[in-house]
């Protein structure tokens, strides 16, 4: 049976054929992250997905992760695309660079996830918090429940982030 939910009035579902993600999101449900390790090199990736992107081994199990990284880039969103977050503009979208596996398999590889950013309580950030954060900010995942076995991995700023420490943001444009 598909895994279904709901998060900001949008319908979610993962096929009952999609395995890996429905694994993977059952673990946020869980409130936990948990990445894909290859058996055969012993790397981690994400998206979950059937095959090891480094070695192209099948044979995966499953680990868990701190959930703690750095933001490597974002956008701040204020036209959206989606009708559900249009009363919550401005929003900022993350890529975020995990502490695990960072320049494996190479220096410039590393494991990095896309997510919006939040409360400590997984809703969307207001905008004194958006001011905040930039490129270098530590953060760790919180999750979004969104169903039983559905919860949206998103991104808060990390307590444990160095005290006056001041992230890179990209200049401010005048309209």
Not at 14 to 43: P, S, V
Not at 50 to 78: D, F, I, K, M, Q
Not at 94 to 112: G, K
Not at 127 to 148: C, K, Q
Request: proline share 9%.
């Amino acid at each position: 049976m598909a895994a279904t939910g709901n998060y900001l009035d949008m319908a979610l579902s993962i096929a009952d054929l999609d395995g890996d993600n429905a694994a993977y999101f059952h673990f946020c449900a869980q409130g936990e992250l948990w990445l894909q390790r290859c058996k055969a090199c012993a790397l981690m990736r994400y998206p979950p997905g059937p095959a090891c992107p480094w070695c192209s081994g099948n044979a995966l199990e499953w680990t868990p992760v701190s959930g703690r990284g750095a933001v490597y880039s974002y956008t701040e969103v204020r036209h959206p695309v989606l009708s559900a977050f249009r009363e919550r503009v401005p929003y900022l979208t993350l890529l975020v660079e995990l502490d695990e596996q960072r320049a494996q398999p190479t220096e410039h590889e590393a494991i990095r996830m896309i997510g919006n950013l939040a409360t400590p309580d997984a809703a969307l950030a207001p905008a004194e918090l958006i001011g905040a954060v930039g490129i270098g900010s530590r953060v760790r995942v919180v999750f979004a429940s969104a169903g039983p076995d559905i919860a949206i991995p998103l991104w808060t700023l990390d307590p444990a982030q160095p005290a006056g420490a001041m992230p890179w943001r990209y200049p401010e444009l005048s309209n």
